[in-house]
């Protein structure tokens, strides 16, 4: 059974965030429960008169004959089907789906997830790769049923997998059932049984759910392995630069050095690069010069050899990569250098007949798309690859390309790769044996070349949502979590940030999302800045040279180009998992994280700025309201207890970046906070904690940073007589901020004493770290 949660005592608090900047409060606190933060133990699901229980609660109604179950551990199991012939693709219902909020991830096109709330079968999109439902004890009142709302709800997980040759994904039909599509994508490759077809589990933490699941379903396949057991890629942790947006194709070596020199004289320098398309030898023979540029015919190109095109080789910007790669290290100080490409070569594939590609024996092949895929929102690169054909290498050759491909670059002091449309490989796995194994050769054989010519695991997966790809992710770190950023689409800016959070519950447990580049100096930059600022992602930017916000920018990257990234992916606060942040027109999303002092939650009003793929015709829903409110507690941040430990009071002083105050607040109250569309704001949640019986405690970090806390790493007891002693570790310059229950006889940084600031009415200690202090050691002595 669910063990409940448990419910501490409340007490009141008398420092209470102050309606100031937007920030409202309307009368007395909101209390609420706390959570534990284990996977509860679920009695086995039960099949039974049609009906499926999952730990005593009605999951589907009217489960058909040939639906199978198989237990597995820990409360969880396999759903599966038997069909009545053999098929190379089968639909089966599962059983009737009503009344429960769910939100599930499915892919709106081929390459990305986004997310879907419902209450039935029917609002299951085609191509879900995840489902979770709310399941609320219910009881009879007058009749009806009615949520029993004292009792904390669990959670039901639905994960279709791979099967042996065949992947499954989840969907509805208009009767309300929920159903499994499983398809191997190739008629050739058929069966009649798929006993493994969707992975089911419950808990009461939704984010322990999906992580011990995914933990249960690596020992049990093998075939993939939990990000706790990746190498992180060094570059995570330093600012960087794409030039994509910067420059599209056009990206040329003096394009390259001016937004590199940019970059540095504005205090933000950069220490990671990727030069994304456009230095790549190809040929297109849809694009003649002369002739009218068609759209699409850009994705007709194809690779002709493994180098470099002559804008990086033989003139004076750059007599070869090399030469200009170690030229920008040295004169910019980067640590990394990344270059595109894509899972097979190029958008178009390898020319099938060019001698610098021959030896893989590429052919032109016309990818398929799934009926699923096909049913939601066209892709013009997926409609042009249709259309021109893709140089698909030999799976017996794509070791040796990837291999020489990959020793190639590091030659060229190139460091990593970001591999970009990589689902292409479920469009022509019909021509090789189905799409499962064909994606996971490519896998093997990418991760093989990664491991063998790069450092610390350096690549970064693209394109990559289907799960054919991610079940068979062993080594491979970092993924794309949404759509392009894209600039001048307004309606997309809202909808990046919240399919990014809710995306990153799944892909997140696998890999590490990547949010993408984004503008700096753009009217949604500070949107997308502070989303990466609790996103615990890699931070970097796609400015054109000069067109740069340095004060958003230094938000984000402290003077040595290192970033404050936070300890995991970002994801929604499980209050906001069943509403519609884009759409329903009063959700504000909230996105936590944790660093190792402290918690960081982002809050965002995304709505009435666009319309989720699949929705137009429901249309822009434009709020009514100036402001929308929403409800920001301690208790949002999930392990937040873990990092308190044991001298916490059980009170947080909490942080607001918008408005600069600092406020104390118990742990089970909330605020509201009250957003205009497209705002944000950040809040540092600090454990106060109790030193010598006597003073009390909590780091903020440096308050000019969107994500203060990150910047403080320990802080340490050095001696309790005479008086209290602390040291506070860190690193980064500008404004150091905490909370004090009482004022300091002294600081010093780095052993020099050094002038601060106390507030007495809220306790609130402030001084300056000067800059050239890359890392510091602040002692504050209290009196005896």
Same mark, same amino acid.
């Given at each position: ?35 534990? &933060? ?8 039960? $099949? ?64 990305? =997830? ?27 009142? %007058? ?42 994508? %190739? ?44 190498? =992180? ?15 599209? &194709? ?36 849809? #694009? ?9 015919? #850009? ?84 409609d042009c690859m249709e259309k021109y054909g893709v140089g698909v290498i030999d799976p017996t050759k794509i070791a040796e390309f990837y291999d020489d491909l990959h020793s190639y670059l590091a030659s060229q002091n190139v460091d990593g790769v970001k591999v970009d449309v990589q689902n292409i490989t479920e469009t022509v796995g019909s021509y090789f044996g189905g799409r499962v194994p064909f994606t996971k050769q490519f896998h093997q054989a990418l991760e093989k070349s990664i491991a063998k010519n790069f450092q610390d695991n350096s690549i970064i997966c693209c394109m990559a949502h289907s799960n054919d790809s991610v079940y068979n992710s062993k080594q491979s770190a970092v993924t794309r979590a949404s759509d392009d950023y894209m600039p001048r689409n307004e309606t997309s800016q809202t909808l990046h940030v919240a399919a990014v959070s809710f995306n990153s519950i799944y892909l997140g447990e696998v890999m590490l999302p990547d949010w993408d580049m984004f503008y700096s100096n753009h009217y949604a930059a500070e949107f997308h800045a502070v989303a990466r600022a609790v996103g615990g992602c890699g931070v970097y930017i796609s400015d054109k040279p000069g067109d740069h916000d340095f004060e958003i920018l230094k938000r984000l990257v402290l003077s040595d180009g290192s970033i404050l990234r936070a300890k995991y992916p970002g994801r929604p606060t499980r209050d906001c998992l069943f509403n519609d942040p884009v759409m329903d027109r009063k959700s504000l999303l909230k996105i936590w994280n944790v660093n190792k002092l402290s ?72 605020? %509201? ?52 002693? $602390? ?32 507030? &007495? ?24």
């Open positions: 059974m669910i063990s409940s949660s448990s419910v501490r005592s409340l007490q009141f608090n008398s420092h209470f965030l102050s309606p100031r900047n937007g920030i409202s409060l309307s009368g007395c606190p909101k209390f609420r429960k706390l959570y534990k &933060h284990s996977m509860c133990l679920c009695t086995a699901p039960i $099949l039974k008169d049609g009906i499926l229980r999952i730990n005593g609660k009605e999951a589907l109604t009217g489960v058909p004959e040939n639906v199978t179950v198989t237990t597995s551990v820990n409360g969880s199991a396999f759903l599966g089907a038997i069909a009545t012939e053999k098929t190379s693709r089968g639909v089966f219902k599962l059983g009737v789906l009503e009344e429960q909020r769910f939100f599930c991830l499915y892919r709106f096109k081929i390459w990305w =997830m986004v997310p879907r709330m419902g209450k039935s079968g029917s609002e299951v999109p085609t191509e879900s790769q995840l489902l979770i439902l709310e399941a609320v004890e219910k009881l009879p009142v %007058d009749g009806l049923t009615q949520d029993v709302s004292n009792k904390s709800p669990f959670y039901i997980l639905f994960l279709p997998l791979l099967d042996g040759g065949f992947r499954s994904s989840l969907q509805g039909n208009s009767s309300n059932e929920l159903e499994f599509c499983t398809e191997s994508g %190739d008629p050739a490759v058929v069966a009649s049984e798929f006993p493994e077809a969707v992975f089911i589990s419950c808990g009461d933490n939704p984010f322990e759910l999906v992580k011990k699941s995914m933990k249960l379903l690596v020992e049990h396949k093998g075939t993939f392995r939990h990000i706790e057991n990746k190498e =992180m890629p060094g570059m995570l942790d330093w600012f960087g630069w794409c030039t994509w947006d910067a420059f599209y &194709h056009d990206v040329s070596p003096q394009g390259i050095s001016d937004g590199l020199t940019s970059l540095n004289a504005g205090g933000t320098p950069p220490k990671f690069l990727i030069i994304d398309d456009g230095w790549q030898d190809t040929e297109n023979e849809f #694009q003649k010069e002369g002739e009218p540029f068609v759209e699409g015919s #850009q994705f007709g190109g194809r690779i002709v050899s493994i180098k470099e095109n002559l804008k990086f080789r033989e003139n004076d910007a750059a007599k070869d990569l090399k030469h200009f790669v170690t030229k920008i290290k040295d004169t910019f100080g980067l640590k990394y250098v990344y270059v595109w490409h894509a899972l097979m070569g190029y958008w178009g594939g390898l020319h099938p007949n060019s001698p610098g590609t021959q030896k893989y024996n590429p052919k032109l092949l016309y990818p398929v798309q799934s009926p699923g895929n096909l049913s939601h929102m066209r892709d013009i690169s997926m918690g960081v939650i982002g809050i965002f009003n995304c709505q009435g700025a666009g319309v989720w793929p699949g929705l137009e015709t429901v249309g822009t829903q434009n709020s009514s309201q100036s402001f929308l409110t929403g409800h920001v507690s301690p208790t949002d941040v999930e392990y937040l207890e873990e990092i308190a430990g044991e001298l916490w009071t059980g009170d947080c002083a909490v942080f607001s970046f918008k408005s600069g105050s600092v406020s104390r607040l118990s742990k089970t109250q909330s605020f %509201d906070a009250s957003l205009k569309v497209l705002e944000c704001d950040v809040f540092t949640i600090s454990p106060i904690k109790v030193y010598n019986q006597k003073i009390e405690f909590a780091p903020i970090g440096l308050i000019e940073m969107y994500n203060s806390g990150g910047a403080a790493e320990a802080v340490d007891v050095v001696s309790h007589n005479p008086g209290l002693l $602390l040291s506070i570790r860190g690193r980064g310059s500008g404004l150091f901020g905490a909370y004090s229950s009482s004022k300091p006889k002294f600081c010093t940084i780095n052993s020099k004493k050094i002038d601060f600031e106390f507030d &007495h009415r809220v306790n609130y200690l402030k001084l300056l770290i000067p800059k050239g202090n890359s890392s510091w050691d602040i002692s504050i002595q209290w009196e005896a």
